[in-house]
């Protein structure tokens, strides 16, 4: 995945769980405000390259997409046992902090409580928990340790979606 050098919001989803289509439109909006140095992206769990294009693009997401269609890297590498999963990822690879269920990632405060985390300020971690109330269900941030995702590459055959780039735009 292309980590390296920016400071990442990585959210793994898929198009038939309802907490991710909820939480989507939040990420597009966040992914459009979010500062120099920092993106959003997402790994797709789903079977059909081409069900997540035309979802992906029907909704107005523009921010890149990767297939996981055997959840190879979901379950697999990360052994993830919900979805959705977000992991904020440091320019080095390092999970900074990762959660489980839908989260409003376009509330107040979340952008400021962003760029302090790249800034290193102490309690940032802490401020963007306390931005980010969760979704109804299940959801909870994790200081344990996850793999780092820098180091995580989609075997061959995984499909990059960038849905603002479609047809040359």
């Keep these: 995945m292309p980590l390296a050098g920016r400071h990442s919001l990585v959210n793994i989803w898929g198009t038939w769980c309802a907490p991710c289509r909820r939480e989507l439109p939040a990420l597009e909006r966040l992914a459009r405000s979010l500062p120099e140095g920092w993106q959003v992206l ?76 790249a800034r290193d300020e102490p309690g940032a971690l802490e401020a963007l928990e306390r931005a980010l109330p969760p979704d109804r269900r299940r959801a909870g941030g994790s200081s344990q340790p996850a793999p780092a995702l820098a180091n995580i590459a989609p075997p061959s055959g995984h499909v990059l979606f960038h849905p603002r780039r479609r047809g040359g735009a």
């Design 42 to 117: 997402g790994l797709a769990v789903d079977q059909e390259a081409e069900a997540v294009e035309e979802y992906l693009l029907d909704r107005g997401v523009g921010y890149p997409n990767f297939l996981d269609p055997g959840r190879a890297i979901a379950e697999g590498a990360l052994a993830l046992p919900a979805y959705p999963a977000t992991f904020l990822v440091g320019p080095d690879g390092r999970v900074l902090w990762w959660t489980l269920g839908a989260r409003q990632w376009d509330a107040p405060g979340v952008v400021p409580a962003l760029e302090a985390v």
